[in-house]
């Protein structure tokens, strides 16, 4: 019986590292297909340039708790972690490169003391390659037309041919009925992640039949000023980047009606009295 247990922990030890080789196969494939796609690319790599900019700090501190050891070193699981911990605007796809980025020595770790150094190399050998090699698409003007957008009534303009589309899985649910799990005030719907936010109030609309337009969109369930998604700013401004259609980030969203009254008990109850 002791032997029969053992071979039963060894296969299902190996199936559950297939399992994993076969998630990063997946993810290198995604990475590379991003690396072969040059506006992509660039757009990822001053974006994640300016967010280290900002947070080195931040992160530097929280990856030295991480590091027991204190070699200056991460695995790529512990590197992700921290970064998704502090709400790096990258996919899984994106961070999964920047790992593959940073890690210079080609071992499965990171140097988390160097990390805007290394992005700079990164960027300046990006920009050689550019004049090396592509300097005439560096002018190259892309033609863009005005068309209605597929989820919501307001016009945009159409994304550039070359920049893959991002798209987010949300799901907005009404605050005041968040306790019933059926309400049809909650529903999901598939969205890109230039959607502004003012286009999910529409949303909302058309998917519930609400007639008012003052609606909130909120991170959270707390209906605080912080919480609120700012109506002007597209998902993606807020922190959703979005991810490729075949496997899009899930998203959760609360929304509520706006009232001038804040604190009021009354007025910001959940209950409804006949």
């Not at 159409?158 to 799901?171: A, F, Y």
Request: charged share 25%; with cysteine; glycine share 4%.
């Amino acid at each position: 019986m002791l032997a029969r247990k053992t071979t039963k922990q060894i296969k299902r030890k190996k199936t559950t590292v297939r399992k994993s080789e076969k998630s990063l196969n997946i993810l290198d494939k995604k990475v590379e297909k991003m690396k072969s796609n040059s506006a992509s690319f660039d757009n990822f790599i001053s974006k994640i340039q300016e967010w280290m900019r900002i947070k080195a700090g931040i992160a530097k501190q929280m990856f030295e708790l991480i590091d027991r050891e204190g070699e200056g070193l991460l695995t790529y699981d512990q590197f992700k972690a921290g970064m998704f911990d502090m709400r790096v605007p990258a996919t899984k796809v994106e961070l999964h490169l920047l790992c593959r980025l940073l890690d210079t020595n080609d071992n499965g770790k990171i140097d988390y003391k160097h990390l805007e150094n290394i992005l700079q190399s990164v960027r300046q050998i990006r920009d050689s390659e550019l004049e090396q090699f592509n300097e005439h698409q560096l002018l190259l003007a892309t033609s863009q037309k005005t068309l209605p957008c597929p989820c919501c009534p307001m016009l945009r303009v159409e994304p550039t041919k070359d920049l893959e589309s991002r798209c987010i899985l949300l799901e907005l649910r009404a605050i005041a009925f968040d306790m019933v799990n059926n309400h049809p005030g909650h529903f999901k719907i598939l969205v890109h992640s230039k959607l502004p936010v003012c286009g999910l109030v529409q949303t909302i609309i058309s998917q519930t039949g609400i007639s008012s337009t003052k609606l909130a969109i909120f991170y959270d369930k707390t209906r605080f000023a912080e919480s609120v998604l700012s109506p002007n700013m597209t998902l993606e401004e807020c922190g959703f980047i979005g991810d490729f259609k075949g496997c899009p980030e899930e998203v959760t969203l609360f929304y509520d009606y706006t009232v001038e009254f804040t604190e009021c008990p009354l007025l910001m109850s959940d209950f409804y009295f006949e």
